[in-house]
């Protein structure tokens, strides 16, 4: 359940932060959100997705392995938190053991995963959850917060349930695909058609990886407990294709398709080859972009405007190295020129 409690303090001192990854994008971007607070980070990963941001301590280690925390309890260093990105509950488990002596408290960055009703709108941290079914995302993140619950106590806890993450960096392409296919950088033009879901009903909420961060930074300040939905603001999936398009001007025609028609045609839903992303199908997914969200809003989560996400992944995209693409997600030139032309003979 949320707890906002909160004890405040106005410049707060350094920190002692250990980070259990901060090798990929979300955790290396609560390193440099934490490093540009002036705290002290450790980060122990095993150095296979990536490096951490300069200057922040990088102990290469494998969670897998028995002796994963040796090297840091070693150093007799005691933390103010433990900030875990696990997908994997037995690592979870290990880590709480292990580190609670060590730490003050500990951030799981948990999902919206977790809930086990994806249709209802409007739902909060109340709402039921999945099993925990370790071999499942969903029910890995619900052992893995049990974990942390059980071990470091409610007080000591603070469990983030994050939803569809976006911004710079997003490697999924879920929230790039949209501003990146407007702006004619996924192999045609500004002005090409472009196929878009027609989903009346249908609500999407992206948290900016870098308010995501910033959020958890300041809530360790804090000493914020409790367990939170971290999502951006609603908007309809229209509104924000809609959004995309404007920051990117295209011209071109807009298409679109009802559900039933996409699944006739066999594009996929939310991310990944031969779809389009951030659709899902609305009768038993439209609460998954639609959480209440109040009470992250309440400790201290201020998404920014979502027109800010989308031209700043944009940026992001266009400015990478290489052929710009779109991560594997959406349609290729070719098969979205065969689904408009098949749309058109409706
Ligand atoms: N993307 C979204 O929209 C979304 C939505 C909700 C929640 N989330 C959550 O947000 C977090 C995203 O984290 P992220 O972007 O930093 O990427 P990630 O790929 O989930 O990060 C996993 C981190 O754990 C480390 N790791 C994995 N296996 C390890 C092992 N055996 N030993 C030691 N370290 C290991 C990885 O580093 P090495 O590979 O270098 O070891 C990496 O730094 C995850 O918790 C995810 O579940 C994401």
């Not at 934490?34 to 150095?47: D, I, K, P, S």
């Not at 433990?82 to 609670?100: M, P, Y």
């Not at 948990?110 to 925990?132: F, H, K, P, R």
């Not at 804090?222 to 924000?240: E, I, P, W």
Request: negative net charge.
């Amino acid at each position: 359940m949320a707890d906002a409690t909160v004890s405040s303090a106005a410049t707060p001192p350094a920190l002692r932060l250990l980070v259990l990854g901060g090798t990929a994008w979300l955790g290396g971007e609560i390193v440099s959100a934490a490093l540009a607070r002036g705290h002290e980070v450790t980060c122990l990963a095993r150095g296979s997705s990536g490096t951490v941001p300069d200057g922040a301590r990088f102990v290469a280690s494998d969670r897998g392995t028995p002796s994963a925390y040796d090297a840091v309890l070693a150093t007799g260093q005691r933390w103010d938190a433990v900030v875990d990105l696990s997908r994997d509950a037995s690592h979870v488990r290990e880590a709480v053991a292990v580190l609670e002596p060590a730490s003050a408290s500990f951030v799981f960055v948990s999902s919206v995963s977790v809930y086990a009703d994806t249709a209802t709108t409007g739902a909060d941290e109340s709402a039921a959850l999945v099993d925990a079914d370790e071999s499942d995302y969903g029910g890995s993140k619900v052992a893995g917060e049990r974990a942390v619950v059980e071990t470091f106590g409610v007080d000591r806890s603070l469990v983030v349930r994050a939803g569809l993450i976006g911004g710079p960096g997003d490697h999924t392409g879920r929230t790039g695909w949209w501003p990146l296919r407007f702006a004619g950088g996924a192999g045609s033009s500004g002005a090409d058609p472009v196929l878009v879901p027609d989903v009346p009903g249908l609500e999407v909420q992206p948290v900016d990886v870098r308010d995501l961060s910033a959020w958890i930074v300041a809530s360790v300040e804090r000493g914020l407990s409790g367990t939170y939905d971290a999502v951006g603001d609603r908007q309809s999936l229209t509104d924000h294709l809609a959004a995309a398009r404007q920051i990117t001007g295209h011209t071109g025609e807009v298409v679109p398709v009802d559900e039933t028609w996409l699944e006739a045609h066999e594009v996929a839903p939310w991310a990944g080859p031969r779809s389009l992303p951030l659709w899902v199908p609305v009768t038993t997914h439209a609460g998954f972009g639609a959480r209440a969200g109040g009470a992250g809003r309440a400790a201290g989560l201020v998404p920014r405007p979502v027109h800010e996400t989308l031209r700043d992944v944009l940026a992001w995209e266009l400015s990478r190295p290489g052929p710009v693409g779109p991560h594997g997600a959406g349609l290729t030139p070719g098969d979205e020129r065969d689904l408009i032309a098949a749309a058109r003979d409706r």
